[in-house]
């Protein structure tokens, strides 16, 4: 859903499940869309979030599109 959310709003980056049930988020793209994601991403898996750590920095434009990791 992340993946779809994210493309959906033209970000581009990546999403991956980390082994100890935390998800790490990378995306770039308009602070407005970023923004957007997360306020969606908050909706959608409200019942699964209990802490986020967000850090906002300058975009690498290293992304293409917006892919999950493994």
């Known amino acids: 859903m992340a993946e779809?959310?994210?493309t959906s709003l033209?970000?581009?980056g990546w999403v991956k499940n980390i082994r100890d049930g935390r998800v790490e988020?990378?995306?770039e793209g308009s602070?407005?869309?970023?923004?957007e994601f997360l306020q969606k991403i908050d909706k959608i898996f409200s019942a699964y979030i209990s802490d986020k750590?967000?850090?906002?920095?300058?975009?690498?434009?290293?992304?293409?599109?917006?892919?999950?990791r493994f």
């Open 10 to 12: 033209n970000l581009t």
């Open 31 to 35: 602070e407005a869309s970023l923004s």
């Open 4 to 6: 779809r959310t994210a």
């Open 53 to 68: 750590d967000i850090e906002w920095g300058n975009a690498t434009k290293e992304f293409d599109y917006f892919d999950i």
């Open 25 to 27: 988020i990378v995306c």
